[in-house]
């Protein structure tokens, strides 16, 4: 893939999944559509490329393995294809395309520039710098295959959070791209080969409360509703499963919060770690209604733009509901989903009154 | 899976006091020996929604109107696939019923025929609803003509000058019969249209459940109804005199009685105004009854018109609303605005390929539901009350001449005895003679009327016979509330030493509060804010109290039922069909009533 190294996220250039991959494709969907989104860059698939070589190297050792291999050979040869990635990158020293991460580090972290993603800004490699800030940024996978409607490769690759300085965020990176090849990766992608990988940076939320959302209720795939899971703090511990989050179900069309189940929440992760929530705070909800509201419309309009039902992750601070990703929703979609038994309002009725079967699903 | 099975019709013993009580009814409303066999293998459940109460032998008239039009309906005319008609028994005074299944075998059949018969009534739906308007409101017309006076000495002038060449005992003859048979032909008109309207309604209904499993019932019937129908005019009326008792500046007092409040306002102009629109108002809007449940079931419950303290305690409640600051009129625009909101919104939704169906569907159910809704008001209300109030009218004219003791005495016998009175009456007077009359009918009606009041006292079974192992037919599920839970719910109702009781979940949220029981419109006075009413159903008249109470527990009723739609338009939860709770639960006890799982749970005992 040739093409720009770095692209902001509000680049027309971010819309390419070969580029800046489903992650990073889905974020610059989220800029255009005028949604709050922590300002940030891709380091694109071009920049991978140009850092690790051809793939189809690295990737010899997997494409050795037979379909039944045991686990043991699984993880062996995605190590060796970690050295295999690392090696690319070491031979190629003094790695420009590191350089361009750093620089655009740098004018993510000066303060003159906007906080949130607009489009404008953060052409990598762009003009002189100010001052720069300790910003803490999250460095996220987002590999080309990655949250296709097919498959959601949730969690599949790294990310690490709340990374500060230039260097500490082109380490990351290379991690990222190593992520291709852990053995977890490899399972799930059972044998089709790994594509590149494009790495999202992006500045971290000063998270109140986050979670995860999704514009269809996961348990009947009813369209009609919205269903959101938050914790206090940042939303990791909600994502990976860790902790029981409190729970709201929004009737979409109405607004109205059908269903509010708060748990106990004792602790939360902060940028320090995971620490203990206040003791007054641990029963209660840790979303406003206005809050949801602001959610529920912003996966409204995602939804709407895309065509299809949605799932992402978000973040609330002081400024309100930040979006930090968003994809397809991939369970309920692929299902048949018409329900009308007949083509007329009198072959419904006849349906309905002789107890017809209904389409399939 | 209900294992157990409710006591045979056979083996129900009777009321001590009630005695030879199946002499107020006709023999073909009772279990009897030469049916046992059938109906001992049919699942029966008490119809407390039409009929909660003891009937009164001329009463049964109301049961036999619509075991005849809705089975004819059913099973002859339309053809309804999967249901013939709902059978009828009468035990111990209340009425049991039980749907028939069509044969399965024919259900296709049936099917088409329906497909062509009832597509000719959707297609032309409107046109055919005018029609039948003005033929219920002609016929109301006429029976609102009859007089039953007692008959004369001697004929009016008129009866020789006018040519009339029948006698006023022959009129009385013909002009029963014109009324006993205009109810029945109304009856029929009833349900030319209603089960129809019900099978449209039950498919829009359906299509929304499977596309969105969290649908609520509330919202499918928003975006079905809201229009301006005509069953919401009494209460308008009773918001529109509120307004004009706070324009004229009329005090409408706190609890003075209607008659003494409107003699007080009659004294000035502006009272007499107010007063003057009342009376206007009150024929025909506040011609309904106020029956518990199913309005016009029975003659014992008065009209708003006949009992104006009911509609004054609600114009009362409207200006303490006006008074303070609230609004107090159906916001229609809005609701119509928002109903097509809400229904765009699913619509969109909605797989492409549904759309066009959901569309047309869509638009059949709002035809007919205006009619499942009004069609309460010109039947329910109007036929039925004109129907009772004339009935009353022949009840006075023949105590007035001697045939019966008692004004309302009438009431004890069955509509073929009441015929034969007449006939005696009618020809003692005709001869100059004497009818055999009151000293007749004396032991007869006496007897009953301790009958009656002995089978008041019983409680009746829920369900007799052996239970499905599944309700499913629709209109079941959807009228009556009772669905394969319930049952198995008062199979096991003994078992759970009462702490529950279970009904369907009408309208949503939790509330903790008193028990408040009420029958009858009367008691209404007593509702303190606050309580949970538990009633055998509500009414649309009872409308005042709705303002006042935390939830709403009734014995009958679906989702679909006046409490349930009541209570989530108040915002208030409501369990409805739980069966016996007017005679489970006593007065001042606390429950929580979950209007989301449907439970009522005894907190105290008292």
């Not at chain 1, 029963?283 to 895309?306: K, M, N, Q, S, Y």
């Not at chain 2, 009781?501 to 209404?524: M, N, Q």
Request: proline share 7%; hydrophobic share 40%; glycine share 8%.
């Amino acid at each position: 893939m040739s093409g720009p190294w770095v692209v902001a996220l509000g680049d027309p250039a971010a819309a390419e999944v070969e580029l800046v991959g489903g992650k990073g494709a889905g974020l610059h969907r989220l800029v255009a559509l005028g949604a709050r989104v922590p300002a940030g860059f891709v380091v694109t698939t071009a920049a991978f490329a140009a850092a690790v070589g051809a793939p189809e190297e690295i990737e010899a050792p997997l494409r050795a393995l037979p379909e039944d291999a045991p686990v043991a050979a699984v993880e062996e040869a995605a190590a060796q294809a970690r050295a295999a990635l690392a090696q690319a990158i070491r031979t190629a020293a003094d790695v420009p395309v590191l350089d361009a991460v750093r620089t655009a580090y740098r004018e993510l972290a000066t303060p003159a520039t906007a906080r949130e993603a607009d489009g404008r800004t953060l052409r990598g490699g762009a003009g002189a710098m100010g001052e720069v800030e300790d910003v803490p940024v999250a460095v996220r996978s987002s590999a080309a295959a990655e949250d296709a409607a097919d498959a959601s490769y949730a969690g599949e690759h790294d990310s690490y959070l709340d990374v500060v300085g230039p260097d500490a965020v082109a380490d990351a990176v290379v991690d990222c791209w190593a992520s291709l090849y852990t053995a977890r990766a490899v399972a799930y992608r059972r044998g089709r080969p790994a594509g590149a990988m494009a790495v999202v940076v992006q500045r971290m939320v000063a998270a109140r409360a986050a979670g995860v959302f999704m514009t269809l209720n996961p348990a009947n795939g009813d369209r009609a509703t919205f269903v959101c899971e938050a914790v206090w703090g940042l939303g990791e511990p909600l994502v990976s499963g860790a902790v029981t989050p409190d729970r709201f179900v929004v009737n979409k069309i109405s607004g109205e919060v059908v269903r509010r189940e708060i748990a106990h929440k004792p602790t939360r992760l902060g940028r320090a770690g995971t620490e203990p929530v206040p003791d007054a705070e641990r029963d209660l909800p840790c979303l406003t209604d206005d809050e949801l509201a602001e959610l529920l419309r912003i996966g409204r309009a995602v939804e709407t733009a895309a065509g299809a039902p949605q799932d992402g992750e978000f973040a609330v601070d002081d400024d309100g509901v930040h979006l930090l990703q968003a994809r397809p929703e991939t369970v309920w979609s692929q299902r048949p989903r018409t329900v009308a038994r007949g083509r007329t309002a009198l072959e419904a009725v006849l349906a309905t009154l002789t107890g017809g079967e209904r389409d399939a699903d | 899976m209900p294992t157990d099975r409710f006591p045979s019709p056979f083996d129900i013993a009777t009321p001590e006091g009630a005695e030879g009580w199946e002499s107020m009814y006709d023999w073909y409303h009772l279990f009897g020996p030469e049916r046992r066999e059938l109906d001992e293998q049919r699942f029966w459940f008490a119809d407390r929604l039409h009929h909660p109460d003891v009937l009164h032998p001329y009463d049964e008239i109301q049961c036999e109107c619509w075991w005849q039009a809705l089975g004819a309906f059913n099973t002859r005319i339309f053809a309804m696939p999967p249901a013939y008609g709902v059978d009828q028994r009468i035990l111990n005074g209340r009425l049991y019923v039980t749907p028939v299944p069509a044969p399965q075998g024919d259900v296709a059949a049936r099917a088409e025929e329906f497909g062509k018969r009832a597509g000719h009534y959707y297609e032309r739906w409107d046109a055919i609803y005018a029609e039948w308007k003005e033929k219920v409101l002609a016929r109301l017309a006429e029976l609102r003509a009859l007089r039953f006076d007692p008959l004369p000495d001697l004929e009016p002038e008129s009866t020789v000058y006018e040519h009339v060449g029948t006698s006023a005992g022959f009129r009385m003859i013909r002009d029963f019969n014109h009324l006993v048979t205009s109810m029945y032909e109304t009856y029929q008109w009833h349900f030319e249209l209603l089960n129809i309207g019900y099978a449209a309604y039950l498919t829009f209904f359906g299509m929304c459940k499977s596309a969105f499993p969290d649908i609520t019932d509330q919202t499918i019937s928003r975006m079905v109804g809201g229009l301006d129908v005509e069953l919401y005019r009494p209460d308008d009326e009773l918001k529109r005199l509120a307004k004009e008792a706070q324009r004229l500046g009329v005090d409408l007092g706190a609890d003075t009685p209607a008659a003494e409040l409107f003699t007080k306002l009659r004294q000035d102009d502006a009272g007499a105004e107010w007063v003057a629109d009342w009376e206007r108002t009150s024929d025909p809007w506040f011609v309904v009854n106020t029956d518990p449940g199913h309005p016009g079931g029975y003659h014992v419950h008065p009209t708003w018109a006949e009992a104006p303290d009911v509609p004054l305690a609600a114009v009362r409640e409207y200006v303490r609303r006006l008074d303070s600051g609230e609004a107090i009129d159906r916001p229609t625009d809005d609701v119509l605005r928002e109903r097509d909101r809400i229904a765009g919104e699913y619509r969109e939704l909605m797989a492409e390929a549904d759309r066009p169906v959901f569309d047309e569907t869509l638009e059949l159910a709002r035809k007919v539901f205006v009619y499942i809704e009004e069609h309460v008001l010109y039947i329910e209300h109007w036929m039925w009350a004109a129907f009772w109030s004339k009935s009353k009218e022949l009840s006075r004219a023949l105590a007035a001449m001697g045939e019966l003791d008692e004004p309302e005495d009438m009431f004890f016998l069955r509509r073929y005895e009441v015929a034969e009175a007449i006939y005696d009456c009618v020809v003692g007077w005709s001869v100059g003679s004497r009818s055999r009359g009151a000293d007749y009918w004396r032991p007869i009606v006496e007897t009953r009327r301790r009958i009656y009041d002995a089978l008041k006292a019983w409680e009746p079974e829920p369900a007799l016979g052996p239970p499905p192992a599944e309700v499913n037919e629709p209109f079941t599920v959807m009228l009556w509330g009772i669905t394969t839970s319930t049952v198995g719910e008062w199979l096991k109702a003994d078992d759970e030493g009462g702490k529950v009781l279970r009904g369907t979940g009408g309208a949503p949220g939790v509330v903790e509060g008193p028990v408040r029981v009420v029958t009858h419109v009367g008691e209404l006075g007593s509702v303190e804010p606050g309580d949970v009413l538990v009633c055998p159903a509500t009414s649309p008249s009872w409308a005042p109290v709705f303002s006042r109470i935390a939830a709403t527990v009734s014995d009958v009723g679906g989702i679909m039922s006046h409490t349930a739609i009541v209570c989530r338009e108040y915002g208030m939860p409501a369990v409805v069909g739980t069966g016996n709770a007017v005679s489970t639960l006593r007065p001042g006890q606390r429950v929580r009533v979950d209007g989301g799982a449907g439970t009522v749970t005894l907190l105290d005992e008292v």
